[in-house]
């Protein structure tokens, strides 16, 4: 008789979880209730709880034995899977990157990169921008002679023109 409460356990849960991860697949992200911070909202939540009884329903119900060390492990189970979904969805928020554009005049400051030289002090540089590398024209202010892959700072912006050292 509770081999068949387990798996009434098993079963539901397991239900849950395949009609959430077929209906995030087919129509995008319906129920959002991750949390990034490790508190107790986002351990106990309702997907918490499902995958919870996902472990702790089908390891009760392949054991087949109800003593309390069964119990035990099958607690420890149902932690490890809740566990285990928190910190995939921990993982996949970290993926996601949110681009932020930057100013121009922010590159200030910033370290880069000769790509290539144009001629007259006016240079191709790599720097990090928006989250990326990316290229941009600058000007040398002491019209040094840089070599592709020297490194340098940008140090001001006027007018609309990026100045190196």
Known sequence: MSSNIFLI???????????????????????TDLDVDADISSVISFKGLTHFGI???????????????????????????????????????????????????????????????????????QVSRDGAMREVDVVSETNKAYQTGDRTVITTYKEGTLYIK
């Open 9 to 31: 356990i098993a079963l539901v849960t397991t239900s849950i979880f395949v009609i959430q991860f077929v209906l995030s697949i087919f129509f995008g992200d319906i129920d």
């Open 55 to 125: 472990g702790f329903g089908w390891y009760m119900y392949l054991i087949g034995n109800t003593d309390i060390l069964s119990y035990g492990i099958a607690i420890l189970i149902g932690l490890f899977f809740v566990y285990a979904v928190w910190f995939l969805y921990k993982k996949a928020y970290q993926l996601q990157q949110v681009n932020k554009t930057e100013k121009t005049e922010q590159l200030v400051g910033r370290e880069c990169t000769i790509y290539f030289g144009q001629g007259n002090g006016k240079y191709t540089v």
